[in-house]
């Protein structure tokens, strides 16, 4: 199991930042995630795993006024 967003979501080996984030409906265009505090760049998404038990968190980011 790992936390997204303060959230239990089922973990699976071998699962990536990026197949999280399609399979969360994740699609907007200005997303930061993070691993346990720590930020990855959009280029890692694809080969980052998420290990059991890490923490993710993925926001996604809106301008406005």
Known sequence: MITLN???YPWR???TVRQLL???NYVYRRITVKVNGKFL???EWTSATISDGNVVE????MAGG
Do not use: I, K, Q, V
């Open 58 to 61: 993925a926001l996604h980011l």
């Open 22 to 24: 399609d399979e969360t």
């Open 6 to 8: 303060n959230r239990e």
């Open 13 to 15: 080996e071998g699962l």
């Open 41 to 43: 760049s959009e280029a």
